[in-house]
């Protein structure tokens, strides 16, 4: 198995222990594993020992896009390797899931990504099985979500996008069509990336075959929901609408997101939530206006 994978690491000890037992489940035929610090960069030598057979990366932003494309490039300079994976550091697959899918890859010529079931933490709950993506409003959507492993077809199937948490992908796509886009810096990045294949005819698949976990490790007392991941969801959909749409598609998603941010409020007001809802709602709103004049750096 030629694969390589990347996780990225952002100032996240409380998630190092689980991850470590995580990796070690997986780790077995993985030609090349890669984990780039984007965050602390104190914490690049405490990757190293706790990996010490992995590839640690240092990247000089905390952009999520260039530090994957960091890996990413590092990943192109070595020619044994025909797939890459990505998986986030608090996935847990199960034992022997990426030969499967790696695999599966490999069975159709057009096939560009293929990715796991993913279920809700230490359950047969499906959190995702494939996903689609709103034309109208460039939302991603979670197929199957809140069903019951059991309830789905053990299948392969095509569908329209995939999570960006654990996947992997043809090394080929990335030469041909190039890397990811560092204007998201994060979020959305999934929702670029099925369209952009969509565009170049290929197709990508999700696989019930194999089992991988979200274990939503968080930090303690930390919040889900923050200002600035709202931000960047307005922001990325309405700059997402006008790279693969038109400038009248831009305004309905801007308008879309400001009526997201409006129910926030409404939800503050009617249902008295804290002080953090309200803020979401603005910065969503904040960034939807700003996607609109957002265009990528040169």
């Known amino acids: 198995m030629n694969l390589a994978t990347i996780t990225l690491f952002c100032r996240e000890r409380f998630r190092l222990d689980a991850w470590c037992q995580y990796v070690a489940e997986y780790r077995d035929g993985i030609a090349l594993h890669v984990i780039v610090n984007n965050g602390d960069p104190a914490d690049t030598e405490l990757l190293k020992e706790r990996f010490p057979a992995s590839l640690v990366l240092e990247s000089p932003t905390s952009n999520m896009m260039a ?90 199937r095509q569908v329209d996008a995939l999570p960006a948490g654990v996947f992997i992908a043809r090394r080929s796509y990335y030469e041909r069509y190039g890397i990811q886009d560092e204007a998201l810096n994060m979020y959305a990045d999934e929702i670029d990336m099925a369209l952009r294949v969509r565009e170049a005819g290929l197709r990508m698949m999700a696989s019930s075959k194999i089992r991988a976990w979200h274990q939503h490790v968080n930090a303690a007392g930390s919040l889900a929901r923050n200002a600035r991941a709202a931000y960047l969801m307005g922001r990325n959909a309405v700059y997402l609408s006008g790279k693969h749409a038109s400038r009248w598609r831009c305004w309905m998603v801007f308008l879309y997101h400001v009526c997201r941010g409006m129910d926030e409020f409404r939800s503050a007001l009617f249902h008295r939530k804290h002080d953090g809802t309200v803020a979401f709602g603005q910065a969503m709103i904040r960034g939807a206006w700003d996607g609109l004049f957002y265009r990528k750096e040169s």
């Open 67 to 156: 530090s994957y494309n960091l890996a990413l490039q590092e990943i192109l300079r070595h020619p044994e390797v025909d797939a890459v994976g990505q998986i986030v550091n608090d996935i847990r697959i199960e034992k022997g899931g990426l030969q499967k899918l790696y695999d599966i890859l490999f069975e159709q010529d057009d096939c560009f990504a293929v990715s796991p079931v993913l279920l809700e933490k230490d359950s047969d709950v499906i959190d995702c099985f494939g996903c689609s993506v709103n034309g109208k409003t460039f939302q991603f959507v979670h197929l199957d979500a809140g069903a019951g492993l059991s309830e789905v077809p053990i299948e392969t």
